[in-house]
């Protein structure tokens, strides 16, 4: 039912209003030019901009650090390549020059593998408690300090090298274990902060950071280990993050109650619009019917599967680009890049235009959801499956990347953000059910490519592609099938019940 003033409501559907969508007077609603809400965006993009130079900086120095001319190879025999050397390299014993004194290390592709899937180990952990602890207490002093433990953990990337790599496994690990808690965070604070006709334009915004920083981290780490040294990233981005965590702590606030610059106007519009959905859940949570929710399960298949080409590509693309195409460090760093530029840009588009079709009753919020997943979906896996049969082809390669990245990038106005659709009071905690599962292929994509392309063949990588992409394809299907839009009735406040009951007595009334 409509609140004062004209604003909005998010509510559990009541029998008599299923099919009712909120209404915002487009007279009550305040710009979002220098507002509270969008500035906490833009920190938001940042912060998971850094967040992915932290994740993805290891996949690119992975090349300078491995020492591929070290290991003995069998006497009497050649190294085959899949793709022919560039005529320069032929006859050139260390492909990627590093300043003197630089430490390399004689890892093979199955210790790569479990390296740079390390980090999701950890990642594992913390997504669930830190979305319940996110949507009780507010996420901003978790979304903070997630990235501050990690940049502080990265700082220390050289040292743990050098002493081994089980070492450098555990403390990719710890990484993933502070990282794990900021985009529970982040979804807990919109709950609070995102009034819903504008959630598909905020999170994408503050989400696409991730993208962002996988564009600068890739290329930019690739010219430092060129000029400055593999070590010198990990102290960059290190440093970077540290940087970031003081200007969040400064100008974040966890409700727009609580915030010191907030106008009153901005204020009262967003506390009205969302509704009692807005504040805090308790310690206790409807546990047993949010795990037999049909649409939660149908949010988790879905990612999972989508997660799975997505972490593919962030993780082993370099290597592709390197070990396949050869491509110089720094051409490799730019190249690997490239993809996460479109995905972006695509990404952020697509949040403005699923507002809008929502905002005018074009679609539903369900089927707005379905129709981004599969028109970020079909169209990449098409594309990724195209990429295998590029063969050596720079060009094709890399045009078939980058558009099927670029398109996939549509997901992010999909299924990626239908947690706070379905029960937006516990979004952090939903989403962070839903990573924990997402986080899987995180763990096995790099290890299943290690062993895949063990022997650096095209038909090993064309393996790889084929298997992300009919993955990816499963999980979209189940997600059109099962997905949902609607607050689900487990998901009601205690206020929203008590209204419910009163509109039933007044209908039995009348």
């Given at each position: 039912?409509?609140?004062?003033?004209?604003?909005?409501?998010?509510?559990?559907?009541?029998?008599?209003?299923?099919?009712?969508?909120?209404?915002?007077?487009?007279?009550?609603?305040?710009?979002?030019?220098?507002?509270?809400?969008?500035?906490?965006?833009?920190?938001?993009?940042?912060?998971?901009?850094?967040?992915?130079?932290?994740?993805?900086?290891?996949?690119?120095?992975?090349?300078?650090?491995?020492?591929?001319?070290?290991?003995?190879?069998?006497?009497?025999?050649?190294?085959?390549?899949?793709?022919?050397?560039?005529?320069?390299?032929?006859?050139?014993?260390?492909?990627?020059?590093?300043?003197?004194?630089?430490?390399?290390?004689?890892?093979?592709?199955?210790?790569?593998?479990?390296?740079?899937?390390?980090?999701?180990?950890?990642?594992?952990?913390?997504?669930?408690?830190?979305?319940?602890?996110?949507?009780?207490?507010?996420?901003?002093i978790f979304l903070g300090l997630g990235v501050l433990g990690t940049a502080a953990l990265t700082l220390l990337t050289p040292l743990a090298a050098q002493?081994?790599?089980?070492?450098?496994?555990?403390?990719?690990?710890?990484?993933?274990?502070?990282?794990?808690?900021?985009?529970?965070?982040?979804?807990?604070?919109?709950?609070?902060?995102?009034?819903?006709?504008?959630?598909?334009?905020l999170t994408t915004l503050s989400g696409s950071g991730a993208n962002f920083g996988a564009f600068l981290a890739l290329p930019l780490t690739g010219y430092?280990?060129?000029?400055?040294?593999?070590?010198?990233?990990?102290?960059?981005?290190?440093?970077?993050?540290?940087?970031?965590?003081?200007?969040?702590?400064?100008?974040?606030?966890?409700?727009?109650?609580?915030?010191?610059?907030?106008?009153?106007?901005?204020?009262?519009?967003?506390?009205?619009?969302?509704?009692?959905?807005?504040?805090?859940?308790?310690?206790?949570?409807?546990?047993?019917?949010?795990?037999?929710?049909?649409?939660?399960?149908?949010?988790?298949?879905?990612?999972?599967?989508?997660?799975?080409?997505?972490?593919?590509?962030?993780?082993?693309?370099?290597?592709?680009?390197?070990?396949?195409?050869?491509?110089?460090?720094?051409?490799?760093?730019?190249?690997?890049?490239?993809?996460?530029?479109?995905?972006?840009?695509?990404?952020?588009?697509?949040?403005?235009?699923?507002?809008?079709?929502?905002?005018?009753?074009?679609?539903?919020?369900?089927?707005?959801?379905?129709?981004?997943t599969l028109a970020g979906v079909l169209p990449a896996s098409a594309l990724l499956v195209a990429v295998s049969y590029a063969g050596c082809s720079h060009?094709?390669?890399?045009?078939?990347?980058?558009?099927?990245?670029?398109?996939?990038?549509?997901?992010?106005?999909?299924?990626?953000?239908?947690?706070?659709?379905?029960?937006?009071?516990?979004?952090?905690?939903?989403?962070?059910?839903?990573?924990?599962?997402?986080?899987?292929?995180?763990?096995?994509?790099?290890?299943?490519?290690?062993?895949?392309?063990?022997?650096?063949?095209?038909?090993?990588?064309?393996?790889?592609?084929?298997?992300?992409?009919?993955?990816?394809?499963?999980?979209?299907?189940?997600?059109?099938?099962?997905?949902?839009?609607?607050?689900?009735?487990?998901?009601?406040?205690?206020?929203?019940?008590?209204?419910?009951?009163?509109?039933?007595?007044?209908?039995?009334?009348?």
């Open positions: 039912m409509p609140q004062p003033n004209g604003y909005s409501i998010n509510s559990a559907p009541s029998d008599e209003s299923e099919d009712i969508e909120p209404l915002i007077e487009n007279d009550a609603v305040p710009p979002q030019c220098c507002s509270a809400r969008l500035n906490l965006a833009f920190l938001m993009f940042l912060g998971f901009a850094v967040v992915y130079g932290l994740r993805v900086n290891l996949s690119v120095a992975m090349v300078a650090m491995v020492n591929t001319t070290d290991p003995k190879p069998a006497q009497n025999t050649s190294v085959i390549y899949a793709c022919p050397l560039p005529a320069r390299s032929e006859n050139t014993s260390d492909t990627f020059p590093q300043p003197e004194g630089t430490p390399q290390y004689p890892w093979d592709s199955k210790t790569e593998g479990w390296l740079l899937g390390a980090f999701f180990f950890g990642y594992l952990c913390t997504q669930i408690p830190g979305g319940y602890l996110s949507g009780h207490y507010g996420g901003s002493m081994g790599s089980y070492w450098l496994f555990a403390l990719r690990a710890l990484e993933g274990f502070g990282e794990g808690v900021t985009f529970p965070a982040m979804m807990a604070m919109w709950a609070r902060w995102a009034p819903p006709l504008e959630r598909s334009r430092i280990c060129q000029t400055l040294g593999w070590p010198a990233v990990f102290y960059l981005c290190g440093g970077a993050g540290c940087l970031w965590a003081v200007f969040w702590f400064i100008f974040v606030s966890n409700d727009p109650r609580t915030h010191r610059r907030i106008s009153e106007e901005e204020r009262d519009y967003i506390i009205n619009s969302i509704g009692p959905q807005g504040t805090g859940h308790g310690w206790s949570m409807p546990l047993r019917p949010i795990m037999m929710s049909v649409p939660l399960w149908a949010i988790i298949i879905t990612q999972m599967c989508s997660n799975w080409s997505y972490y593919t590509l962030l993780t082993s693309l370099p290597t592709y680009m390197d070990n396949i195409l050869h491509f110089d460090l720094q051409s490799n760093g730019f190249l690997s890049a490239l993809p996460y530029l479109g995905a972006w840009l695509f990404s952020t588009l697509s949040g403005v235009v699923a507002d809008s079709l929502i905002e005018r009753k074009v679609f539903s919020v369900t089927n707005v959801r379905k129709l981004f060009i094709l390669t890399v045009t078939f990347l980058t558009l099927s990245t670029t398109i996939g990038g549509a997901t992010a106005s999909g299924v990626y953000i239908n947690q706070i659709d379905i029960a937006p009071r516990y979004a952090g905690f939903l989403l962070g059910i839903t990573n924990t599962f997402g986080t899987i292929p995180g763990v096995l994509a790099p290890i299943v490519t290690g062993y895949f392309t063990k022997d650096h063949t095209l038909a090993g990588w064309r393996m790889v592609f084929w298997v992300a992409a009919g993955i990816q394809v499963g999980g979209a299907l189940v997600y059109t099938i099962f997905g949902s839009g609607e607050i689900q009735p487990w998901a009601g406040t205690e206020e929203e019940s008590a209204e419910a009951k009163k509109d039933r007595s007044r209908s039995v009334s009348t």
